[in-house]
């Protein structure tokens, strides 16, 4: 799991991976979580890796657009932008806490099921 989700320490303790166990212990409301939230983003110019690298980046620094900008190599405005399409697309906004945790685990969702470089597994 730690390979799937690009950990890059040699040594990966197994509780610091236990949220992905919880979410892929129902891999089928994972895949629709992901599907129902995240899949609007392919509709982005440039696709959607570049608003979950975002995302990503903005969950990470704990909703600081300064350093998410910085992690990403971009401008602030960018991420901002960004972060203003992933809400226009999804009708889920980043910024406010009542989508921020649906949005926050359909983005650990995905990088688990390595979307959207790989498509998402097709119902059972």
Known sequence: MAGRLHVDTPVVNAH???IYRVLLRDQPAIVDL???VLSPLLQARGGAQPLMATLE???DTGG????SAKRLHVSVRTVTYRLNR??????????????R?????????ARVLNWPE?????PA
């Open 64 to 67: 600081v657009a300064t350093e």
């Open 16 to 18: 610091d991976l236990l």
């Open 118 to 122: 790989q498509p998402l597994p097709t």
């Open 101 to 109: 945790f649906t949005l926050q685990a359909a983005v650990l969702g």
């Open 34 to 36: 992901v599907h129902a």
């Open 86 to 99: 992933v809400k226009t697309l999804t009708g889920y906004n980043p910024a406010d806490p009542a989508h």
């Open 57 to 59: 980046a903005y969950f």
